[in-house]
């Protein structure tokens, strides 16, 4: 089920809400895991299965975990939970990609075609950092079934992140409040969403979508920039947007979610825009695997690389079964290294000089989507290679000037909207108070509204994907 589907719009979420508030505090956090439940299995079918199992396992683990008294038998058990949870998503996950290229090896064993369960990264990852947060001491074991299943499983975040911290929500869990000032912002924070994802990275994707579509001599160097800007705005409001439902969901139910992007796109290095890009995911491999290994507080700067190639080789492996994303998080390996290794750009003593850097940082960032977005390692690179001029192709021609013609509202709210500028404007005038603040609120309101009609209109028409992040 798809936030942006009129099943949940108009069914799902409303029935939902009102049975939520409703029924006595009590009961609640059980309706909502089975809502969730019936939520996953809606799209799923027999894999809810699957998360049930994993909720039942690492509910198991951890409280057995912390009523055992002895080291040994704690390591054990973190080790068997451990392995559990990446066993479930190395079978459903990396198994086949294991055979074929075993099978380029020499070997001849049949693929499975196991199909992929929705979210099983985000909610396997998700179910780790539990039990290793109660092996370290620094969660309490839930002794409630019906709430650990409700945090592995709640559905606003569920298939595509943000990855929550049991610890975060740990509290939210039994005592939360409900609030309208919450819900309200909760209602606006969803609908920002919604019209990120139906209104700015639908529309883009059907440029993306030509562009890395066409052959590579007909691709012109114009037209091949203009396809890959289109995913990388595409990828920024699929993801974002959905961050935001999510956000925005957990609001209307008294849950407060961390933020999971901060406007990437306005990073002046490749580190940064990995402090800005999926904060949760960078926040789960730095809390679970860098600072594990040692982090930067190592003795030797080889070891501080070794540290490096793995987090980033794990990143790329954890977005999809292909050499595309191993590519992917290897590029983004050399990039981090030469900064961590070389001090830039921290050590640019001119604007002009960082100002460069920064244009280089959004080259780097661009390249790494088209690994991300081609079909297979030929594909990227021809891709690449139409991006240069290198495939016989013209620097620009019709297709261009069509194409800006017919998205350039779509592309310059894509950047507007990438930067900071509205909401410190907004910030600025709501700061002054008065009138103009009251003015602004009340303003906001047929906006709001106007942006939710807008992008349902996309929706009743049929002009809507999925989420580019349920592939992960």
Not at 246 to 274: C, Q, R, T
Not at 425 to 447: C, F, H, N, T, Y
Request: hydrophobic share 50%.
């Amino acid at each position: 089920m798809l936030f942006s589907s009129n099943i949940f719009l108009f069914l799902f979420l409303p029935a939902v809400l009102l049975g939520y508030y409703v029924l006595p505090r009590r009961l609640r956090n059980l309706f909502l895991l089975a809502a969730s439940l019936i939520f996953y299995a809606w799209g799923t079918g027999k894999f809810v299965l699957v998360m049930i199992g994993s909720i039942l396992f690492n509910y198991l683990a951890a409280l057995l975990m912390e009523r055992s008294s002895r080291a040994a038998a704690r390591k054990l058990l973190l080790i068997l939970a451990v392995t559990g949870n990446l066993g479930i998503l190395f079978v459903y996950k990396y198994l086949d990609f294991c055979i074929t290229n075993l099978n380029l090896l020499g070997f001849s064993l049949p693929l499975q075609n196991i199909a992929l369960p929705l979210g099983i990264s985000f909610f396997t990852f998700q179910a780790m950092s539990y039990v290793i947060d109660v092996y370290r001491g620094s969660a309490k074991a839930q002794t409630r079934p019906q709430n650990i299943g409700l945090y592995i499983s709640f559905f606003p975040q569920l298939v595509a992140g943000p990855i929550v911290r049991y610890q975060t929500i740990a509290e939210q869990i039994d005592h939360r409040q409900e609030n309208f000032d919450d819900f309200s912002e909760g209602v606006r924070r969803f609908i920002l969403g919604f019209a990120k994802k139906i209104i700015l990275s639908n529309n883009l994707a059907l440029v993306a979508d030509a562009v890395f579509s066409a052959a590579p001599d007909q691709r012109s160097v114009v037209y091949a920039w203009m396809g890959a800007l289109a995913y990388a705005f595409q990828i920024l409001f699929d993801f974002s947007g959905y961050s935001d439902m999510a956000i925005g969901l957990g609001k209307m139910f008294g849950f407060h979610f961390s933020e999971n992007f901060d406007y990437p796109y306005i990073s002046a290095s490749v580190s940064e825009f990995w402090r800005r890009w999926h904060i949760s995911l960078g926040q789960w491999f730095r809390d679970y695997v860098y600072f594990p290994l040692g982090g930067s507080r190592v003795k030797s700067k080889a070891r501080l690389v070794w540290n490096l190639f793995v987090v980033w080789s794990l990143t790329g492996i954890w977005h999809g079964a292909s050499w595309n994303f191993v590519v992917w998080g290897l590029l983004y390996f050399v990039l981090i290294t030469f900064e961590k290794l070389t001090g830039l750009p921290k050590r640019f003593s001119h604007g002009w000089q960082r100002g460069l850097y920064r244009v280089f940082t959004l080259l780097c960032v661009l390249v790494g989507w088209v690994f991300f977005r081609a079909q297979d390692l030929p594909s990227a690179l021809e891709f690449l290679q139409s991006m240069l001029g290198l495939s016989g192709n013209v620097f620009c021609d019709d297709m261009v000037i069509q194409t800006f013609r017919q998205y350039r509202f779509f592309y310059l709210a894509s950047i507007l909207c990438s930067t900071p500028v509205l909401k410190l404007w907004m910030e600025k005038l709501s700061s002054k108070g008065g009138r103009l603040a009251v003015g602004l609120e009340i303003a906001s309101v047929p906006i709001y509204f106007f942006l939710l009609l807008w992008a349902v209109s996309y929706i009743m028409i049929g002009s809507h994907n999925p989420f580019i992040y349920f592939n992960f």
